[in-house]
């Protein structure tokens, strides 16, 4: 004849111990999908805003030195209400160029031998200019030069080596280009506050 098993039952102690793995497997898990949840909504919040409202830009190139080294981490503000001085970033063959806005649409621009800039026929004040960096620089535009309408002219600080508006490859910028305006440098941390 077959011979039974004897069944073991557990004691109320080990009951009560296996009840509260469960309960701790179950907490465990709802926090960690919690968590991962809580950091996907915040990934998307940080993508959206920043490319949205607030585009991050890494400077490369020396365009616009003193200002603005290769390296530098920027954040710039999408807006399109533009003054002159401001430095803007600007869509230009399937890249991203930083200058300085020099004029706006309908005014004149002229640039004399030396670098010294004039917009209708009044020496620009540019204090964020170095007297080393002043310099005619590539410019096979027609000058004095006129911005077309809705669109603005820029240029570069380091005036020798920008290819900026001065230039007909560039030319000047149309509203569409623009990314917005740069605000504040987030890297290097000693470079840290606005531009």
């Not at 809580?38 to 400077?59: M, R």
């Amino acid at each position: 004849m077959r011979q039974k098993k004897e069944r073991i039952r557990p004691t109320l102690e080990e009951l009560r111990a296996e009840l509260k793995r469960e309960r701790y497997r179950q907490s465990y898990g709802r926090t960690l999908l919690g968590t991962v949840n809580t950091l996907i909504v915040v990934a998307a919040v940080a993508v959206l805003v920043a490319t949205l409202l607030l585009p991050v830009l890494q400077i490369y190139g020396g365009s616009m030195t003193p200002t603005l080294q290769g390296g530098d981490i920027v954040v710039s503000l999408k807006e399109t209400d533009f003054a002159r001085g401001d430095v803007v970033a600007f869509y230009y063959n399937n890249k991203i160029l930083v200058k300085r806005v020099i004029a706006m649409p309908g005014e004149w621009v002229d640039i004399d031998d030396d670098g010294n800039v004039y917009v209708n026929n009044i020496l620009l004040d540019e204090p964020y200019l170095p007297e080393r960096s002043r310099a005619l620089g590539e410019c096979d535009i027609a000058l004095p030069y006129q911005v077309p309408d809705s669109r603005i002219f820029v240029m570069g600080d380091h005036r020798s080596v920008s290819v900026d508006s001065r230039s007909t490859s560039v030319g000047c910028v149309a509203e569409e280009q623009l990314v917005g305006k740069l605000v504040f440098r987030v890297w290097p941390v000693g470079g840290f506050g606005s531009i």
